[in-house]
T-cell receptor
């Protein structure tokens, strides 16, 4: 079975540009999570969806970040405009949630560099 | 106090050694517990869930102590391939379904 799919795997962009990261969760999973990982701050939860509905976006750094999940098999995380401090690895994860916190399966990540 | 706390290490051990990691969590109502493994420049991968009665998977044993709010991971007969960062993960049961990840403990197994 295919795992969580993310694209692109690497993105290098200039400050001020729009960046869109994409994620396809595991089929049948009902929850999707976006994380950011840096050496300084570790793994941070940005936002998560349950049944395509955003449940908690308190981790989204600021209005420059937005996320959507138009259907059960696709989600995007957009940064506009991007800044050098956004450089990080962005992971998407999915799970089948029964309400108590289920194990999550991570995609390979998108390594973002903003110059 | 951090919600999930781990010793960052690194733990440097020789091949064949037994090594144990502990992790403490702040919310006594937490329901779900996991250990994840993350290799350098890779995504976190589920190593094992942690059950109240304790559980074992080959060389790996996980224990949960609800009274003291800590979980542990024991690795026996360490292999070079066990070198990685081990993440303690807890569902904090604050009405959120999301998991809370510890900052990880780095293990380096040496020949």
């Amino acid at each position: 079975d295919a795992g969580v799919i993310q694209s692109p795997r690497h993105e290098v962009t200039e400050m001020g540009q729009e960046v869109t990261l994409r994620c396809k969760p595991i089929s049948g999973h009902n929850s999707l999570f976006w994380y950011r990982q840096t050496m300084m701050r570790g793994l941070e939860l940005l936002i998560y969806f349950n049944n395509n509905v955003p449940i908690d976006d308190s981790g989204m750094p600021e209005d420059r970040f937005s996320a959507k999940m138009p259907n059960a098999s696709f989600s995007t995380l957009k940064i506009q405009p991007s800044e050098p401090r956004d450089s990080a690895v962005y992971f998407c994860a999915s799970s089948f949630d029964w309400g108590g916190g289920s194990e999550q399966y991570f995609g390979p990540g998108t390594r973002l560099t903003v110059t | 106090r951090k919600e999930v706390e781990q010793d960052p290490g690194p733990f440097n051990v020789p091949e064949g050694a037994t090594v144990a990691f502990n992790c403490t969590y702040s919310n006594s109502a937490s329901q779900s517990f996991f250990w994840y493994r993350q290799d350098c420049r890779k995504e976190p991968k589920l190593l094992m869930s942690v059950y109240s009665s304790g559980n074992e998977d080959g060389r790996f044993t996980a224990q949960l102590n609800r009274a003291s709010q800590y979980i542990s991971l024991l690795i026996r007969d360490s292999k070079l391939s066990d070198s990685a960062t081990y993440l303690c993960v807890v569902n904090m049961d604050t009405g959120r379904r999301a998991l809370t990840f510890g900052s990880g403990t780095r293990l380096q197994v040496q020949p």
